[in-house]
């Protein structure tokens, strides 16, 4: 028995919904080259939705913060050598987070911008959709920006009729009626100038599954295949590095 | 922020295989009757893919028994209060985790013949596929035939052609070729006289998803599923019992 490194390579610090949570763990598997079990990357979830909502938060609703700085706390004492959080508007508490963790944690946005290089796209306007929270406070605007990318966002009223509905659809399990506004939301930005769709929020792209982004004229790029893909790359170069080590 | 019950109600020891976690996560969330994000059953899931072949163990390969034991522990520790294995063959260890938890741990095999009963399903031949190990050392027969229903089995031969490259398949993310094998294996268990047939290995419910069951004569009952039904059916009974005490 190997006691080297007991504790997991991976804490995800999830919950944020907690299908985005187990989507993120499934895809992170998916993605991962792999021939049997022991390749994969060793990954602790914290699937815990007791986190307060985070749009609410930032309307004066009960703060996340402590339940987010108590679930960095646990992944660190339970050996994890890297965090992710699936959950885009989370990242609003990023600075403090990081703050509170002996682990590097990943951003989630710089992993999209990744995505995007990765894709071949380097410069345009990117449609963004996420919560009304992650919208209204800039966060993608102000990484993509900083990258030499333009946004294009929905107006407040068409993000609450197309992201959030979808959003609240897909954490109320009710996935059959999360596609339709989180298609037509895509197609309006996509009308718009925008080269690139962002699915900026963890429950998005579970309303609109892999195997339906063939209909639509516009790449997106997909927060939690993003996540997992900079996770992978990071193990793989710390393999690296541990290999050359020994 | 609620310190009553700080850990997380559900402990997952998964990565056996690791998708198979993540896709326990993802069912578990997705069969949970929920509005919210808080709605759904808190959980740590311990996807960690460095626990030896189960089925190698048994034909003297590296004993698993010490990383399940050391899982089961780093769950009750974590503070569990029940605990859920998302793995058919590690069930040839039950009594010994058993032994070691403070928390309750379902049995998959028993969630399984739960599964039977809740679709109306109480005698007859059900078809089993599963690891060479779970279907060669009885673990399904024992359970089933105490609860008065007959076994059908693969050959051994047909085992290793149909069951285990399946499985294999899905372990190393190749899942379009699991398919094709699994399905052969369903219909020779149906042409057999199997009423029902259980997916006793936790890879083989990714191998033929739930879109594609319908193109089967025959039933299946799923052992993620039927494990993940268990779960939320013993969470609520707890919450009934918690609500009844406050």
């Not at 007791?50 to 050996?79: C, H, K, M, Q, W």
């Not at 999360?178 to 690139?196: I, K, N, T, Y």
């Not at 769709?197 to 963890?202: D, I, M, Q, R």
Request: hydrophobic residues 45%; charged residues 20%; proline residues 6%.
């Amino acid at each position: 028995m190997n006691d080297a490194h007991p504790g997991c390579y991976l804490g995800v610090l999830g919950g944020m919904g907690p299908m985005a949570g187990a989507a993120f763990a499934l895809r992170l598997s998916a993605l991962t080259p792999a021939d049997r079990d022991q390749d994969h990357i060793p990954a602790l979830l914290l699937n815990d939705p007791r986190v307060p909502d985070r749009t609410a938060a930032t309307r004066g609703g009960e703060d996340p913060l402590p339940y987010l700085l108590r679930g960095i706390r646990f992944l660190n004492d339970s050996g994890a050598r890297l965090i992710a959080i699936p959950c885009n508007t989370a990242h609003l508490w990023y600075d403090a987070m990081v703050k509170a963790s002996r682990a590097p944690v990943l951003h989630i946005i710089e992993s999209v911008v990744e995505d995007l290089r990765r894709r071949g796209i380097h410069s345009g306007k990117i449609g963004l959709m996420g919560t009304e929270a992650t919208l209204r406070l800039g966060l993608y605007q102000r990484h993509l920006e900083r990258h030499g990318y333009e946004c294009v966002v929905p107006s407040e009223e068409e993000q609450v009729a197309y992201c959030t509905k979808s959003i609240l659809a897909v954490k109320a399990n009710r996935l059959s009626e999360a596609f339709e506004p989180a298609a037509a939301c895509v197609r309006l930005l996509a009308s718009r100038g925008a080269v690139a769709v962002a699915l900026g929020c963890t429950e998005l792209p579970l309303a609109i599954p892999h195997d339906r982004r063939g209909e639509f004229d516009v790449p997106m790029t997909d927060s939690i295949d993003a996540l997992a893909l900079a996770v992978i790359q990071r193990y793989q170069a710390d393999q690296d590095v541990a290999a050359r080590a020994a």
